[in-house]
């Protein structure tokens, strides 16, 4: 088993762990090293997508990057009607 094999079974034990999940959706885990992790369902099972490991930076900076450019679509959608351009 090499050191890549090694992290992901790490990994996999961290997500598997209920103490790095707040409420239920909300994954904080400093000792994995995935920004992005797969999603947790109700009942324990893996589901399609995935969700941020808000321990490490990148994921905090792509969630920022996310909520930052909807909230810029949406000043621009308020913005275009105030100025009568979208009805």
Not at 19 to 25: K, M, Q
Not at 47 to 70: C, D, I, Q, S
């Amino acid at each position: 088993m090499d050191a890549e094999d090694i992290q992901r079974e790490k990994d996999e034990q961290e997500w598997l762990n209920p103490a790095n999940w707040r409420y239920g959706i909300f994954y904080f885990s400093p000792q994995d090293s995935r920004a992005w992790v797969p999603k947790r369902s109700m009942f324990g099972r893996r589901r399609f997508g995935g969700t941020p490991n808000l321990a490490r930076k990148e994921a905090r900076g792509y969630l920022m990057l996310m909520v930052g450019g909807l909230m810029l679509v949406l000043l621009l959608i308020a913005a275009l009607r105030q100025a009568g351009v979208l009805g």
